[in-house]
């Protein structure tokens, strides 16, 4: 495994880290879920991801109670707030009351005394960024919590936060985690300069495109054990699964069949062609997803296969 750092923080994450979105407390058993983060911190993954709403907290308990077996400093542990936890007007969002009440929370689920990243899960247009940004540094000064992300945030809600924080002497974001692969490369415009200007990191969720990029999908054909026969699941991909895109996966499966590497491992690597890319959030289902995945690390593409794959891509 390799490691990089988080953005311009002391922090140093593996450059494949292990999620449990839409997998753990819902689609994999729970004995095959523990089994699957033991074979990733054996692996050398240090870095592991989760949010308060991944099937009520289940993500976390499961997540957090596999680890908990390690060392505390030996691994990276994240949550984050702001999608609705319950059916009161108070019970979402990035208000002080909110994001306390959940930080609260997922510690007491997740049996720990700090969780390492807490991230706002998407921008709220309702919250002043200052009393979310206040609310998360008390978090901090308390011990609750060491790093403050955000996910999916735009270049100029990122810029925003930057300017808050500095304007109150206020903890700074040190990540954000939004959608990234070779099908999704809307960061690379705005989002990547803004980050990298002010020492923000990007740790990329959905590096396989929920699995287009395992080359698992032909025409119009979807296998029953695939993400996309899961109906939730499936209307996130909306709009992914076409000619265009079936077509883009066959070529890029020529280069990595000449390269004597799997489609996966091909996608992962090019991810991390990007300086500002600390980490690539993967979501796997059984362990040997994690063994295959991490090879990506040792896979440096040259100039010109970089030049090969923007031909398709475009």
């Not at 450059?15 to 058993?29: A, F, N, Q």
């Not at 692996?43 to 308990?61: M, P, T």
């Not at 698992?216 to 699941?233: H, L, M, Q, W």
Request: glycine share 6%; proline share 4%.
């Amino acid at each position: 495994m390799k490691y990089r750092r988080l953005g311009n923080s002391g922090l140093k994450v593996s450059e494949i880290s292990l999620g449990s979105w839409l997998t753990y407390g819902k689609t994999v058993e729970d004995n095959t879920a523990e089994k699957t983060i033991h074979k990733a911190y054996e692996l050398g993954i240090n870095f592991f991801d989760s949010a308060n709403v991944y099937e009520r907290g289940e993500g976390e308990r499961i997540m957090a109670g596999a680890l908990k077996e390690y060392p505390r400093e030996s691994y990276v542990i994240t949550t984050k707030a702001f999608w609705p936890m319950g059916e009161g007007p108070n019970d979402r969002g990035l208000s002080r009351k909110h994001v306390i009440e959940q930080a609260n929370a997922s510690l007491k689920r997740m049996n720990l005394d700090y969780v390492d990243i807490f991230y706002c899960h998407r921008y709220d247009q309702e919250t002043p960024v200052e009393e979310t940004l206040r609310a998360i540094d008390d978090l901090i000064r308390q011990g609750k919590i060491l790093y403050a992300g955000v996910s999916e945030w735009s270049a100029a809600q990122i810029e925003e936060a930057v300017s808050v924080a500095d304007k109150f002497l206020l903890d700074r974001i040190v990540v954000n985690q939004p959608v990234y692969n070779m099908l999704n490369r809307y960061i690379e415009k705005e989002v990547i300069p803004v980050s990298s200007k002010h020492g923000i990191g990007q740790v990329v969720f959905s590096p396989l495109a929920q699995g287009i990029l395992t080359g698992k999908y032909k025409g119009n054909t979807i296998p029953e054990d695939s993400r996309a026969s899961n109906a939730e699941i499936n209307n996130f991909m909306k709009g992914m699964l076409n000619e265009t895109t079936f077509t883009k996966v066959e070529q890029l499966e020529k280069i990595a069949k000449e390269l004597e590497i799997t489609l996966p491992s091909l996608a992962l690597a090019w991810i991390l062609r990007q300086p500002n890319v600390a980490s690539a959030l993967i979501g796997a289902s059984r362990p040997s997803q994690v063994e295959e995945n991490i090879k990506a690390v040792e896979i440096d593409l040259t100039s010109e296969v970089i030049e090969k794959i923007e031909g398709i891509l475009a």
